[in-house]
């Protein structure tokens, strides 16, 4: 049977499947969400009150937190503009435990955008520390993504210390209240007892890494490396990585406040050297060369500045407080490397009036790296 149509019929019906083709090909997208973000519960004048951009409340300084936050469960394969979270495994060994990624995409982001690792201090508050960067990440284009390690599946050994030490025993702990958010720990050196882990495999350091690659790959980033900061416990970390891990991807590591030190001694165990972990002195002009900046509060200087404070001998060789502990693991540093006559990377800088506040010294840090 034939099937035949005018002339005109044919005209109009090509007509009309160009045009719906036109619709569906130039329909303007729709627009994306507007981010919102809101001051916490605190009962200020402004206390829930919404606004469009991230920062601090103009009425308490509060850091403004996202409304709207992402769950994407388990190792994305995509990640969307705005806040949310998701989780990784632990590195090899660790598969069954979790680690939770809060991160801020911004709306900027492209793929030569820089990416920002954070590592929190004792309180693993992952969501607080990536709220703190969320308005230089805005304004910068950055990428942050901040590390939440469970702390009954990651204790002292494993987080502060990196992993580098097992079998952890504090005997007779003494904790003393000295402060509003403040104490400190007097232990005598035989109440620490603790062994190197030589196994490179239970440090924590290479979880830095591939949460860098998991976000490169998923966003399509161009870029090779990325930066980090910690803050107290974090900095504890970072400086170790430093030491450990110095052919890590992290191009910029900034350790703040940290509360004690593991210094580059190779004759000396943890928690105070290196013997025993593996480590070799051949290492250390790459240790040295790290790009590694120590940054400390100029009122981190006493037992009541907060958080908690660990005191022994061999620890408070190092300095009484963290302000001292801190200039003194950068001298040992520079001077190494002046009798090695090696290349120095590292970088010492104190920021004034700041204490042991992560937010301070996040602003501090935001302001080396990308200011």
Known sequence: MKFSMSRRTVVTTALSVCTCSSLIR?????????????????DCALDEQTFQAP?????????????????????????????????ISGGIGRENRRITVHYYKPTGFTPESRILVVIPGAGRNSDDYRNAWLEVAARKSVLVAALGYPEEAYDFAAYQMGGVVKDLKLNNP?????????????????????????????????DFDRTFD??????????????????????????????????????RIVAANAGFYTLPAFSTP??????????????????????????????????TAGGTLLHTPMIDK??????????????????????????????????????????????????????
């Open 26 to 42: 130039f329909q303007p997208a729709r627009a994306a969400e507007q981010e919102t973000f809101f001051c916490p519960p605190c």
């Open 174 to 206: 003494n904790f003393v209240s000295t402060g509003p958010n403040a104490r400190i720990l007097r232990l005598k050196d035989e109440d620490i007892q603790m062994n190197p882990e030589p196994d490179s495999n239970n440090w924590i350091f290479s």
């Open 270 to 303: 943890p928690p105070s050297g290196m013997a025993g972990t593996g480590i070799l002195k051949e290492q250390l002009s790459e240790i040295l060369s790290n790009q590694l900046t120590i940054l400390l509060g100029e009122e981190d200087n006493s037992d």
């Open 55 to 87: 920062g601090r409340c103009p009425d308490c300084g509060m850091i403004l937190k996202p409304v709207k936050e992402q769950n994407l469960g388990f190792e994305p394969h995509h990640l969307p503009a705005g806040a949310g979270h998701f989780q």
């Open 318 to 371: 190092q300095g009484k407080n963290r302000l001292a502990r801190g200039r003194n693991f950068f001298r040992t540093g520079l001077s190494l490397a002046e009798k090695q006559t090696t290349r120095f990377g590292w970088k010492l800088q104190t920021v004034p009036l700041a204490g042991h506040d992560f937010v301070r010294m996040t602003e501090a840090a935001a302001q080396l790296l990308y200011e």
């Open 214 to 251: 998991l976000l490169a790959r998923i966003t399509g980033s161009k870029r090779t490396g990325y930066d980090i900061f910690g803050h107290s416990a974090g900095g504890q970390i970072l400086h170790r990585l430093a030491l450990f891990h110095p052919g890590s991807k992290a191009n």
